[in-house]
């Protein structure tokens, strides 16, 4: 079946600019991930969706990071006044209720000019 | 708080040659343990896990047992081929509650020759 896709593969954008990257997660999998892997900080965990529960933002760096994920399947993460400090791959996973299996998607590379 | 310590790379081997890649832990609870795979131009891949003390998880010939004793879940392969050139990642979830969020370590950049 169909894995986790992100999209765009790759975006390029300009210090300031805002930023959408889109997660599209295994069908039926219940909690879906977002992570950062940078040069400097290695993967680091941003924010997690389980179902209907309110999402855990613990690992968020700035109110600039935002996510929605809308009916329970696609993921939207928007960084707004991207800095340089922004640039990254950025991952998404999702993995079945109930399990501690996640799978990831081939990442989104950003790059803030 | 949570955290995941592995050897840095690279680390470069000929083929058939034995592979260690080491890694520790710091966590609160018991933590499952897991190791990860990039290969190159690709996602990131489950490898193997272990969820308690003692377990050993193994896949494609790797293996890695928890050891609680020493908060230690070393990665092995006792003959790497040229194909297991990769970046391996080590990391952990932490025991208890429904958020599987994974810590990861640093990643070991592997490079196997013919």
């Known amino acids: 079946g169909a894995g986790v896709s992100q999209s765009p593969s790759n975006k390029v954008t300009e210090k300031g600019k805002d930023v959408e990257l889109r997660c599209d997660p295994i069908s039926g999998h219940t909690a879906l991930y977002w992570y950062r892997q940078s040069l400097g900080q290695g993967l680091e965990f941003l924010i997690y969706?389980?179902?209907?529960?309110?999402?855990?933002k613990s690992g968020l760096p700035s109110d600039r990071f935002s996510a929605e994920r809308t009916g329970g399947s696609v993921s939207t993460l928007t960084i707004q006044r991207t800095q340089q400090e922004d640039s990254a791959v950025y991952l998404c996973?999702?993995?079945?209720?109930?399990?501690?299996?996640?799978?990831f998607g081939p990442g989104t590379r950003l790059t803030v000019l | 708080g949570n955290s995941v310590t592995q050897m840095e790379g690279p680390v470069t081997l000929s083929e058939e040659a034995f592979l260690t890649i080491n890694c520790t832990y710091t966590?609160?609870?018991?933590?499952?343990l897991f190791w990860y795979v990039q290969y190159p131009g690709e996602g990131l891949q489950l490898l193997l896990k272990a969820t308690k003390a003692d377990d050993k998880g193994s896949n494609k010939g790797f293996e890695a047992t928890y050891r609680k004793e020493t908060t230690s879940f070393h990665l092995e392969k006792g003959s790497v081929q040229v194909s297991d050139s990769a970046v391996y990642f080590c990391a952990l979830i932490r025991g208890g509650g429904s958020n599987y969020k994974l810590t990861f370590g640093k990643g070991t950049l592997l490079t196997v020759n013919p």
């Open positions: 996973a999702s993995s079945p209720q109930r399990s501690d299996e996640q799978f």
């Open positions: 969706f389980q179902g209907n529960s309110a999402p855990d």
């Open positions: 966590a609160t609870g018991y933590p499952s």
